[in-house]
């Protein structure tokens, strides 16, 4: 469903015929985290529990990147309480990131969504590197004790999107499925609209995601 989504945008970007890149990777410079930056990882990795060393992710996969600018879509599995953490790590004081304050909202909004989608074992444990880093999972969904390793290790690389991307020059933009768009004279959400929209709909929501980088 997430790649069906992303096959949608970019669809509403040819519409509007606007220039982008798609499947765009970031190598990731060590040496531009190295000091401040490995400070501000380990201090969210801790906030989570982690245990031993950070890791650190090798490259940054964006679905879709214009110039300068790198976009990526979060579904339901993106907004919990282990996000809600992440969110409030001094990055965000230090950076300035637009959809910030919405995210913080609908992190501590939506997370029942994120249960009926993020109890599946893969995305509940996630990789091996999740337990290793974050200990073992409850059993789904039991977010006490230890809750989700998989949810830590997913908030944890998305503060690493967030960070590094800044660091290396880049302008992250998230579009989180709950967002709402006016279309018809009535707010729609953005998940919702992707699942089967008209050449219409694709242009507005071509037009919304430019703006996005004003």
Known sequence: MHHQKIDQLIKALEEIEAPYEIDFHVPIKKSLIEGKGEGLLLEAYKELDGEGDFPLLNQ???????????????????????????????????????????????????????????????????PPIASRCFGRSEEAPDLTGNGSSGWKLNAYND????????????????????????????????????????????????????????
């Open 60 to 126: 940054l996969k964006v679905d879709i990147k214009i110039g300068k600018f790198l976009f990526v879509y979060d579904d339901a599995n993106h907004f919990n309480r282990y996000r809600l953490k992440t969110l409030k790590a001094e990055v965000y004081s230090l950076f300035n990131y637009t959809w910030h304050q919405s995210y913080l909202r609908m992190c501590r909004t939506f997370e029942r969504e994120c249960l009926v989608s993020g109890s599946q074992e893969r995305i509940w444990n996630g």
């Open 159 to 214: 503060l690493q999107y967030d960070l590094i991307s800044r660091l290396q020059g880049f302008k992250l933009i998230r579009i989180p499925s709950y967002e709402n768009l006016m279309i018809g004279g009535k707010l729609q959400r953005i998940d919702k609209l992707l699942l089967r929209p008209n050449a219409e709909t694709l242009r507005v929501i071509g037009s919304w995601l430019l703006r996005k980088m004003d």
